[in-house]
C-alpha cells in the first residue's frame, strides 16, 4: 500500500475563498483522523471517523470547518471561508480496530491562507 | 482541563551518549498515551501506545515506560538518524480526546 495519500501538497489560497484538503487513507483501515499543526498550538486532533462515521468533531474550531468521508477510500477537509489564522499543516491519519492503535500519517498540507 | 508537558524541548546529545525524554500530564480517564517521532516537513510516525502504569515497550534505541503521572522515552546510544522532534500524547476517554505535548527536539551529533 502506498500510505496515507494527501492532496494538494501545499495550497494558497486568498482570505474568504474555500479551500478542500483531501485524504485517501490505507485500505482496510477503520478509523480516520484530521490534525491540524502550528508553531503556536501544535498538533491538535480536529475529528475522527469510525467506518466512515463522524465520532468526535469537538476539535472543530469553528463552523468554518466541516469534514465528510462518503466512502471508506476517501475523506474531505473543506474550510469555508477560510482566513489568514487557518494556516497550518493538515494532517490526515487512519489507522485499523481502534483511536489506541497505530496510526499512520499522510505528508500533510501545508495551507497558506493570504 | 488536560494537560501533557514534555522536557526539555530541545536535547542535544553525541552519537552514543544515552538520554530520556519526559512527557507529564494531568488528565482525567486515561487510556493510552503515545509516543511519536517526527521528521521535518513530514507525517508523524507512531512509535509507541502504553496502556497503564508499570507498563514498557521496546523498539530499537528506544524504550518507553509509564507512570501514573509521566512518561519517559529513553534512547540508548542514539544514532544520527534519530534526530527528530518526538511527540507525546494521551487519549482520555471521558471526552474522546487527545492531547498532544510540544514535543523534544533531539539532536544527535557526530
Known amino acids: 500500500d502506498a500510505g496515507v495519500i494527501q492532496s494538494p501538497r501545499h495550497e494558497v489560497t486568498e482570505m474568504g475563498q474555500e479551500v478542500t484538503l483531501r485524504c485517501k487513507p490505507i485500505s482496510g483501515h477503520d478509523y480516520l483522523f484530521w490534525y491540524r499543526q502550528t508553531m503556536m498550538r501544535g498538533l491538535e486532533l480536529l475529528i475522527y471517523f469510525n467506518n466512515n462515521v463522524p465520532i468526535d468533531d469537538s476539535g472543530m474550531p469553528e463552523d468554518r470547518f466541516s469534514a465528510k468521508m462518503p466512502n471508506a477510500s476517501f475523506s474531505t477537509l473543506k474550510i469555508q471561508p477560510s482566513e489568514p489564522r487557518d494556516s497550518a499543516v493538515y494532517f490526515c491519519?487512519?489507522?485499523?480496530?481502534?483511536?489506541?492503535?497505530?496510526?499512520?500519517f499522510g505528508q500533510g498540507t501545508r495551507l497558506t491562507v493570504v | 482541563e488536560d494537560q501533557v508537558t514534555q522536557s526539555p524541548e530541545a536535547l542535544r546529545l553525541q552519537e552514543g551518549e544515552s538520554s530520556s525524554l519526559n512527557c507529564s500530564y494531568t488528565?482525567?480517564?486515561?487510556?493510552?498515551l503515545f509516543w511519536y517521532r517526527q521528521d521535518p516537513g513530514k507525517g508523524p510516525e507512531f512509535l509507541f501506545t502504553l496502556y497503564s502504569a508499570g507498563e514498557e515497550k521496546e523498539k530499537e534505541r528506544l524504550k518507553a515506560t509509564l507512570t501514573k503521572k509521566e512518561s519517559f522515552l529513553h534512547i540508548t546510544a542514539p544514532k544520527p538518524e534519530d534526530s527528530a522532534t518526538y511527540l507525546c500524547a494521551v487519549w482520555t476517554g471521558t471526552a474522546s480526546k487527545l492531547t498532544f505535548g510540544t514535543g523534544t527536539r533531539l539532536q544527535v551529533t557526530l
Open positions: 491519519a487512519s489507522s485499523f480496530g481502534g483511536a489506541l492503535s497505530e496510526a499512520f
Open positions: 488528565v482525567s480517564g486515561l487510556r493510552g
